[in-house]
Nanobody
Framework: QVQLVESGGGLVQTGGSLRLSCVAS????????MGWFRQAPGEEREFVAV?????????YYVDSVKGRFTISRDNAKNTVYLQMNSLSPEDTAVYYC?????????????????WGQGTQVTVSS
Protein backbone atom coordinates (compact mmCIF):
# COMPACT_ATOMS: atom_id res chain seq x y z
CA GLN A 1 0.00 0.00 0.00
CA VAL A 2 1.02 3.57 -0.63
CA GLN A 3 -0.12 6.56 1.39
CA LEU A 4 -0.15 10.04 -0.10
CA VAL A 5 -0.32 13.22 1.96
CA GLU A 6 -0.71 16.63 0.35
CA SER A 7 0.19 19.97 1.86
CA GLY A 8 0.79 23.54 0.79
CA GLY A 9 -2.73 24.70 0.05
CA GLY A 10 -4.12 27.97 1.32
CA LEU A 11 -5.60 31.34 0.47
CA VAL A 12 -3.83 33.50 -2.08
CA GLN A 13 -4.71 36.57 -4.11
CA THR A 14 -5.11 36.60 -7.87
CA GLY A 15 -1.71 36.50 -9.51
CA GLY A 16 -0.09 34.84 -6.54
CA SER A 17 1.73 31.53 -6.24
CA LEU A 18 1.56 28.37 -4.17
CA ARG A 19 3.58 25.18 -4.14
CA LEU A 20 1.79 21.98 -3.28
CA SER A 21 3.67 18.95 -1.99
CA CYS A 22 2.67 15.30 -1.97
CA VAL A 23 4.69 12.94 0.19
CA ALA A 24 4.42 9.23 -0.50
CA SER A 25 5.02 6.57 2.12
CA UNK A 26 4.68 2.81 2.24
CA UNK A 27 5.62 0.66 -0.74
CA UNK A 28 6.86 3.53 -2.85
CA UNK A 29 8.72 2.94 -6.08
CA UNK A 30 10.10 5.21 -8.75
CA UNK A 31 8.16 3.25 -11.38
CA UNK A 32 5.02 5.18 -10.57
CA UNK A 33 3.27 7.90 -12.48
CA MET A 34 2.13 10.71 -10.22
CA GLY A 35 -0.66 13.10 -11.02
CA TRP A 36 -2.44 16.11 -9.64
CA PHE A 37 -6.18 16.56 -9.94
CA ARG A 38 -8.53 19.23 -8.64
CA GLN A 39 -12.20 19.42 -7.81
CA ALA A 40 -14.22 22.59 -7.42
CA PRO A 41 -17.59 22.59 -5.60
CA GLY A 42 -20.28 21.03 -7.75
CA GLU A 43 -17.76 20.00 -10.40
CA GLU A 44 -16.19 16.71 -11.41
CA ARG A 45 -12.62 15.93 -10.52
CA GLU A 46 -10.37 17.41 -13.19
CA PHE A 47 -6.93 16.31 -14.34
CA VAL A 48 -4.26 18.97 -13.86
CA ALA A 49 -0.81 17.45 -14.45
CA VAL A 50 1.12 14.18 -14.52
CA UNK A 51 4.78 13.22 -14.29
CA UNK A 52 6.19 9.91 -15.40
CA UNK A 53 9.44 8.24 -16.39
CA UNK A 54 10.32 6.32 -19.53
CA UNK A 55 14.02 6.68 -20.34
CA UNK A 56 13.59 10.26 -19.22
CA UNK A 57 11.14 12.36 -17.30
CA UNK A 58 7.92 13.35 -19.02
CA UNK A 59 5.19 15.74 -17.95
CA TYR A 60 1.79 16.63 -19.32
CA TYR A 61 -0.67 19.37 -18.35
CA VAL A 62 -4.25 20.31 -18.95
CA ASP A 63 -4.37 23.28 -21.33
CA SER A 64 -5.74 25.68 -18.73
CA VAL A 65 -2.59 25.46 -16.57
CA LYS A 66 0.12 25.18 -19.23
CA GLY A 67 2.77 27.83 -18.71
CA ARG A 68 1.55 28.54 -15.17
CA PHE A 69 1.89 25.23 -13.30
CA THR A 70 4.92 22.97 -13.07
CA ILE A 71 4.93 19.41 -11.77
CA SER A 72 8.17 17.92 -10.48
CA ARG A 73 9.36 15.09 -8.30
CA ASP A 74 12.16 14.41 -5.85
CA ASN A 75 12.59 10.64 -5.70
CA ALA A 76 15.00 10.85 -2.76
CA LYS A 77 12.25 12.50 -0.72
CA ASN A 78 9.37 10.49 -2.23
CA THR A 79 7.75 13.82 -2.95
CA VAL A 80 5.90 15.30 -5.90
CA TYR A 81 5.39 19.04 -6.21
CA LEU A 82 3.00 21.28 -8.06
CA GLN A 83 4.28 24.82 -8.43
CA MET A 84 1.34 27.09 -9.26
CA ASN A 85 1.96 30.61 -10.54
CA SER A 86 -0.31 33.36 -11.85
CA LEU A 87 -3.24 31.92 -9.96
CA SER A 88 -6.77 33.03 -10.73
CA PRO A 89 -10.12 32.44 -8.98
CA GLU A 90 -10.84 29.72 -11.56
CA ASP A 91 -8.04 27.69 -9.94
CA THR A 92 -9.93 27.51 -6.65
CA ALA A 93 -10.50 23.86 -5.79
CA VAL A 94 -9.42 20.98 -3.60
CA TYR A 95 -6.22 19.60 -5.11
CA TYR A 96 -5.51 15.89 -4.95
CA CYS A 97 -2.33 13.94 -5.49
CA UNK A 98 -2.67 10.53 -7.13
CA UNK A 99 -0.36 7.61 -7.92
CA UNK A 100 -0.53 4.93 -10.59
CA UNK A 101 1.52 1.71 -10.47
CA UNK A 102 2.63 2.05 -14.05
CA UNK A 103 4.56 4.40 -16.28
CA UNK A 104 2.71 6.55 -18.75
CA UNK A 105 0.65 9.68 -19.28
CA UNK A 106 -2.59 9.06 -17.41
CA UNK A 107 -5.23 11.78 -17.36
CA UNK A 108 -8.31 9.96 -16.08
CA UNK A 109 -9.04 9.72 -12.37
CA UNK A 110 -10.05 6.08 -12.76
CA UNK A 111 -6.52 5.26 -13.99
CA UNK A 112 -4.99 5.95 -10.59
CA UNK A 113 -4.50 3.48 -7.75
CA UNK A 114 -3.78 5.76 -4.80
CA TRP A 115 -5.13 9.13 -3.67
CA GLY A 116 -4.34 11.68 -1.03
CA GLN A 117 -6.90 13.42 1.12
CA GLY A 118 -6.68 16.71 -0.75
CA THR A 119 -5.59 20.23 0.08
CA GLN A 120 -7.73 23.33 -0.39
CA VAL A 121 -6.55 26.11 -2.68
CA THR A 122 -8.56 29.32 -2.65
CA VAL A 123 -7.73 32.25 -4.93
CA SER A 124 -9.40 35.53 -4.07
CA SER A 125 -10.18 38.18 -6.67
Amino acid sequence: QVQLVESGGGLVQTGGSLRLSCVASGRTRTSYSMGWFRQAPGEEREFVAVITWSGGEFTYYVDSVKGRFTISRDNAKNTVYLQMNSLSPEDTAVYYCAGRRALGIFTMARDYDYWGQGTQVTVSS
